[in-house]
């Protein structure tokens, strides 16, 4: 965008230099032979500044314009997507502390049921099947319960990396208080849709594609400069900078480009 600004302004240009030229044995146009080496010294300082009859700077700055506009609203869809994940991925986690709550009263449960029916079993009450089914369902709700608190360290993993700790670093104590979400009301206008960033990045896309059109068509066009110059040129070194050598230039310029 700087780059696109800085057109508008003159461009101002200072060369130095020596030049060393030599012309072959000839005859010229006076019927008289020239050959020689010839040095040249130069100092210029030049001032140019091309009008933007067409629209090209300008348009050439709504496109860079558009585009780093685009470029801010993918950074803050990228944003608002990790914060998204990172919402997620704490509510579940919240979820599974619940369900082990829920799954270590089941156990509990359980495990006072098997104590129950071993005692039914020693008084010749309930069979030795009703004793190995009381365990079989121990077991597996015991069984739930580690796939649970595996689960919950791959979330609380996922929340340290998403959050740039690292994850031996981080514990997330297990609690049942789920925050209560703001409820959203019905009939939201539909201009709140551009606030979502992926929305405003594609849209800035297009302002950006229609601006690049404009400095296309301002391509068929001669481009308009105003330039002016002014400087010393000299054979000799000693005597380069005075004011018999000096020169100056001032005039406009059409240029377009053919091929």
């Known amino acids: 965008m700087r780059s696109s600004r800085a057109a508008f302004l003159p461009t101002l240009d200072l060369t130095t230099g020596k030049t060393r030229s030599g012309q072959g044995t000839g005859t010229s146009n006076s019927g008289t032979s020239a050959s020689g080496i010839r040095n040249s010294y130069n100092a210029q300082l030049g001032v140019s500044w091309e009008a933007d009859v067409w629209g090209k700077l300008r348009r050439g700055l709504e496109a860079d314009t558009a585009n780093a506009q685009a470029s801010l609203a993918d950074l803050a869809a990228m944003r608002l997507s990790l914060q998204s994940e990172l919402v997620q991925n704490y509510l579940q986690l919240r979820v599974i502390d619940e369900q082990k709550r829920l799954l270590e009263s089941t156990v509990d449960a359980y495990q006072r049921s098997l104590t129950l029916t071993q005692n039914q079993y020693r008084a010749g009450i309930s069979g030795s099947d009703a004793v190995a089914q009381a365990q079989t369902q121990l077991k597996s709700t ?29 514990n997330l104590p297990a609690t049942t ?12 206008p539909s201009q709140l849709l551009e606030r979502r960033p992926d929305i405003a990045a ?17 391509a068929y066009y001669p481009d308009f400069t105003l330039s002016m110059s002014g400087g010393y040129s000299s054979s000799t070194f000693a005597n380069w900078i005075s004011l018999p050598n000096r020169f100056w230039s001032v005039g406009p310029q059409l240029a377009l480009t053919l091929f």
């Open 202 to 218: 594609a849209e800035r896309s297009v302002m950006g594609a229609n601006a690049n059109i404009g400095v296309a068509k301002a």
């Open 177 to 188: 208080s789920i925050p209560q979400l703001p409820q959203i009301p019905p009939g939201l």
């Open 142 to 170: 015991q069984a739930d319960l580690i796939d649970l608190a595996w689960q919950r360290a791959q979330y609380e993993n996922a929340i340290a990396v998403l959050m740039g700790m690292a994850p031996a670093d981080f």
